[in-house]
């Protein structure tokens, strides 16, 4: 069964399911060398000139609301421009979300705030026990996000990334019992 993802507002933020209309935003932010190279050697680079439209027209858009709910992250003083997105699915590969955000974006913890309804959401409504999550070694912003959020560091592991640089990730768990206490020290939300 399909439910449509709802849309949520933060202090600075609207996070709405993504769609075909956020094409142009995905591709000005996301085909940026910076942005992809935390991200798993699936990831093509060089990235395909049609590369965001397959992505969202193929793999996102026919899950969305069944295993996979997609939300787009947009500026409340911008709210028709994607910046980034926070992506969950169901079933672990080994992890359940997965984020990127716009360069301009970075330092401002604006993904600290975005992750917070997303994983509200997860917990309370979609009913997950636990969420898995995983970073480049070395991706020292994404492992803040996650260390914010009251995951716990499981282990390393070997990963391949669009950059080379990058040979391991690290496997973070959140429990939801966690969460609930962790959410507390979350104000952005």
Request: neutral net charge; proline residues 7%; hydrophobic residues 40%.
């Amino acid at each position: 069964m399909r439910i449509q993802p709802p849309v949520f507002k933060t202090s600075r933020l609207i996070l709405k399911p993504v769609s075909i209309t956020d094409i142009p935003a995905y591709q000005k932010y996301f085909v940026d060398f910076e942005v992809i190279r935390f991200l798993s050697s699936a990831v093509p680079w060089p990235y395909p000139e049609n590369g965001v439209e397959y992505f969202l027209e193929n793999l996102i858009l026919p899950r969305q609301g069944i295993d996979r709910w997609c939300f787009g992250i947009y500026l409340q003083t911008k709210p028709d421009e994607l910046i980034g997105c926070v992506d969950l699915w169901r079933e672990p590969r080994p992890e359940n979300r997965g984020f990127w955000l716009g360069r301009p974006f970075w330092g401002q913890g604006l993904m600290t705030e975005a992750v917070g309804p997303v994983t509200e959401y997860a917990f309370s409504e979609l009913g997950f026990d636990v969420l898995y999550f995983s970073n480049a070694l070395g991706n020292l912003a994404s492992r803040r996000v996650k260390e914010k959020s009251g995951a716990t560091l499981l282990g390393i592991r070997p990963a391949s990334f669009v950059s080379s640089e990058f040979t391991e990730a690290e496997l973070w768990e959140l429990k939801k019992e966690k969460w609930m206490e962790s959410k507390r020290i979350i104000s952005e939300f």
